[in-house]
Structures are given as C-alpha cells and as structure tokens.
C-alpha cells in the first residue's frame, strides 16, 4: 500500500478530527508544510481559530514545516496583539478613531516578525506560542507550555515560560540530523528509510 498522499485532507479512515493542515487552511499569511498534521478533539476548522490577533495589514506569517505534529487546543499569538510599552500608557488610543485617531503617527506597535516552526516538530496539548517565536527542527514543546522565546533544534521543552528540559540527543546527532534533513526526501525515499526513522541516532 503507498504512503498517504501529502494532498489528503483526513488522511485516517472514518476520523475527520485528525487533518493534514495545509488542505484545510485559508489564510495566505498561514504557510504549511507538506504531512504536517493538526488533531483537534471537536473540529479541525479551530486551527484557523486558535491562530489570533492575526490582522492582515500587519503582514505577519506562521510558518511551519514539514512533518509537524500538532495537539488540540494549540494557540498561536501573533503580532497584532501587541501593544507600545515604552509609553506612559499601553493603551491603543488610535484604533477607536474620533480625536485618537491620530495617535499612533510616527509610531508603530512592537512586531517580532514571522513565527515559524521547524520541521518534525512536536507541539502538545494547549500550548500557546507567542508572536516570532522560533522552534527549530526536531523540537518537542510539552502540554500547556507557553513558549515565549526561540527554542533550539532537537529541544524538549516545557513550563510557563517555556524552559529548555534536555537535548534530545548528543550535539554530534543533532547537526547530523540537521544536514540530514530526511524530510526534503521524495517520499518513496522516507518509505524505504523507515526502519532509520524510527529508531535513535546513530
């Protein structure tokens, strides 16, 4: 039997809560990678829902890889939820119009750019990630962690803020794997190899 085609959108028979992301999203600032899948215990249409303060005239992406693997309840927040902290006050008085309207003129609210998560990423339940956080390749982000800045590649972590637990494996594996990269592999390849994929480094 072949593998799945990455073009499936519920790739499990009978199971429509388990999707290969980028043939359910809509957004064209949301950018998916082949096989990366999302699992939601009500609807997979909440991935779009749970991607917030994502306003298109602020131009932010979510990037993710190939091969992700992505728990319900699973929250992106991105640039449009910030606010100025170095004013007297956080406060964003042009939105509302009338006499603020002017507010925010030679200004701008705080952007940390492009969220992107790696590829083989492992993101569990009810996690939140905040706006231009990078996770590298390889990365396992625990339930419930709230991930508040960069997280190396082959990297457990967990908590609130979101600490680094352990490296997966030595740095010697890690920059194998990162040259590796066996998810650029046509897919027959990634068929043949799995018995490497399944198992530790070498």
């Known amino acids: 039997m072949p593998a799945p085609s990455p073009q499936q959108k519920f790739p499990l028979e009978h199971y429509d809560r388990l999707c290969f992301l980028k043939n359910t999203i809509s957004n064209p600032n949301i950018e998916v990678g082949d096989y990366t899948y999302y699992d939601d215990f009500e609807d997979v249409a909440n991935f779009e829902k749970n991607v917030k303060y994502h306003f298109d005239f602020i131009g932010d992406k979510l990037i993710i890889g190939k091969f992700c693997q992505i728990a319900s309840g699973v929250t992106f927040i991105m640039n449009g939820a910030n606010h100025l902290q170095d004013s007297v006050s956080t406060f964003p008085f042009a939105i509302f119009g009338g006499d603020w309207k002017n507010a925010m003129d030679g200004k701008s609210y705080p952007s940390k750019g492009n969220t992107v998560i790696g590829n083989d990423v492992w993101i569990g339940y009810d996690v939140t990630i905040m706006p231009g956080v990078k996770i590298g390749d390889g990365a396992i982000i625990g339930s419930k962690s709230v991930v508040t ?12 803020p979101a600490k680094e637990i352990r490296k997966r494996f030595t740095d010697e594996q890690i920059n194998y794997l990162l040259d590796l990269q066996w998810w650029n592999w046509p897919v027959d390849e990634i068929s043949a190899k799995l018995e490497l994929l399944t198992n530790p480094p070498a």
Not at 149 to 160: F, L
């Open 149 to 160: 800045k960069d997280v190396a590649p082959y990297s457990i972590v967990g908590g609130n």
